[in-house]
């Protein structure tokens, strides 16, 4: 069974990797903070999936498109009118639901593709109470666009209104004619970006897992418009490949097929990669085809004409994408329920103790290594110190002199680091130090001239 989810919030607070957002205010709700390991891990996870999918591949160039697009652009790619979540209210207490997840976990009924006529009939015939107050008052179900919407200008009526993307997709499509233009990128290929996507979530929460802020990874493939099957397949093997590169376990992975229903108004084909989250089953990710959709739709609205012209065969056509999108807050949660173990063992005193220790793939964890002095003594501090300046160069490293060592290895189990390299009073001696593994628990002695490379082979196995 996962961890409880109190669990990991706990620890994600206490130990630095995630901060409720705006604390001293009282907090605000939904919004979250990345502390000083939340945000390390955040950028091991961008950067994996850079070099996974940018770097080591021959055919995928990067871009970073702004947040703001050109209002039209939203119409373009239909999200002023599609881009909508139905929501519900009770009149009695005043919370607000969204109705198709309502209807699903209250009555079990599966509502994908119903019209809001229908869903608010679902709800009025079957009696419904409202599972925070319990009375049966509702509002009629009605459409709720989560764009978040601003004010290009100084004067809100005047102002042009415009959007902050609720996904990072559009800004490919609107350099795809830049980047064919300056490049020598030839169908099939790739255009990836990670950055901000804003949602108004009508029911955000479970932590970091639903957010109005989040940050998406995005590659739009573009193929010619007949055999995307095979692409589709391709794509689906490298995702898992992906989750093994950054060492998520498959246990807790699945595949599923969107049904003709819940299809996005865009798509002919998604597949979820859904993950096994404390709170069940969820989206952690998806792959989808795309078509011609956002292209054809650009094309019509800008009258920019943006047909590629193959020089192989001389033809010309509006290329299809496939499009693997994942996001980093889910990746993140994700990797930390997965990292997550607790075990009995125990201590240098031989004390028995609950163990908890977050097994991070060694490119996910936030420091690589920890350097500790046995005890706070001048002479091993300065010692550790010189150590300290070795590997911060080669490594994230973290230092720590307070509390018993027994503490302080627990404190590093507990953030995920893969080694210790303890300093004790035969370091003086000998230039050696101790390190620790911290998912065997084993300790070797190695000389300090060999300490990097030795880390540098064990980090890599
Ligand atoms: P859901 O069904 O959970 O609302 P979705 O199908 O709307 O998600 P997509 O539009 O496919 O999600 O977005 C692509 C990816 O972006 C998702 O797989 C997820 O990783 C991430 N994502 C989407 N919405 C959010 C959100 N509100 N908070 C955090 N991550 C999100």
């Given at each position: 069974t996962p961890v409880a989810m109190d669990t990991i919030v706990a620890l994600a607070k206490r130990r630095g990797f995630v901060f409720q957002g705006s604390e001293i205010y009282g907090g605000l709700a939904n919004t979250w903070d990345y502390g000083p390991l939340g945000v390390e891990l955040r950028r091991n996870i961008k950067n994996a999936w850079w070099h996974f999918f940018v770097q080591l591949r021959r055919d995928i160039v990067g871009l970073d498109g702004s947040i703001l697009l050109h209002p039209r652009a939203w119409e373009a790619s239909g999200h002023v009118d599609e881009f909508n979540d139905p929501l519900v209210d009770c009149r009695n207490c005043q919370t607000r639901y969204r109705a198709d997840n309502l209807i699903e976990e209250r009555l079990g009924r599966n509502v994908d593709g119903a019209t809001i006529e229908e869903m608010t009939r679902v709800i009025k015939e079957s009696n419904l109470a409202c599972p925070v107050c319990g009375q049966r008052d509702w509002t009629e179900v009605r459409q709720f666009n989560l764009m978040f919407r601003t004010f290009l200008g100084p004067v809100e009526a005047s102002g042009t209104q415009a959007f902050l993307r609720p996904e990072t997709a559009q800004a490919i499509f609107l350099d795809y004619r830049n980047v064919l233009q300056s490049s020598r990128v030839k169908i099939p290929f790739g255009i990836a970006q990670i950055g901000k996507a804003f949602r108004n979530e009508i029911t955000p929460g479970n932590f970091i897992f639903r957010l109005l802020e989040f940050e998406q990874m995005e590659i739009e493939y573009f193929i010619r418009p007949e055999g995307w099957e095979p692409v589709f397949e391709e794509w689906l093997d490298a995702m898992q490949a992906f989750f093994r590169f950054?060492?998520?376990?498959e246990a807790r992975l699945r595949q599923r097929e969107h049904g003709p229903d819940e299809l996005s108004h865009y798509s002919k084909r998604t597949v979820d990669f859904e993950y096994e989250f404390p709170f069940g089953w969820k989206e952690l990710c998806g792959l989808a085809y795309r078509t011609d959709f956002d292209l054809r739709r650009h094309q019509?609205?800008?009258?920019?004409?943006?047909t590629y012209f193959d020089q192989a065969t001389g033809e010309r056509f509006l290329p299809h994408v496939v499009e693997p999108t994942m996001g980093v807050e889910r990746l993140m949660l994700a990797l930390m329920v997965d990292a997550y173990h607790e075990e009995d063992a125990v201590d240098v005193a031989g004390k028995p103790y609950r163990r908890v220790v977050l097994r991070f793939h060694p490119r996910m964890a936030p420091y690589k290594a920890a350097v500790l002095p046995l005890m706070?003594?001048?002479?091993?501090?300065?010692?550790?110190n010189e150590v300290w300046d070795l590997l911060r160069p080669e490594f994230p490293t973290d230092y720590d002199e307070t509390q018993s060592i027994g503490r302080r290895y627990r404190r590093q189990d507990e953030i995920g680091t893969p080694f210790c390299v303890t300093i004790d009073y035969d370091t003086l001696e000998d230039d050696s130090v101790t390190i620790r593994d911290r998912d065997s628990m084993e300790q070797v002695r190695v000389p300090i001239?060999?300490?990097?490379?030795?880390?540098?082979?064990?980090?890599?196995?």
């Open positions: 950054i060492g998520l376990g019509e609205y800008s009258g920019v004409d943006l706070k003594k001048p002479e091993l501090v300065a010692k550790a001239a060999e300490l990097v490379p030795t880390l540098r082979e064990r980090l890599e196995r």
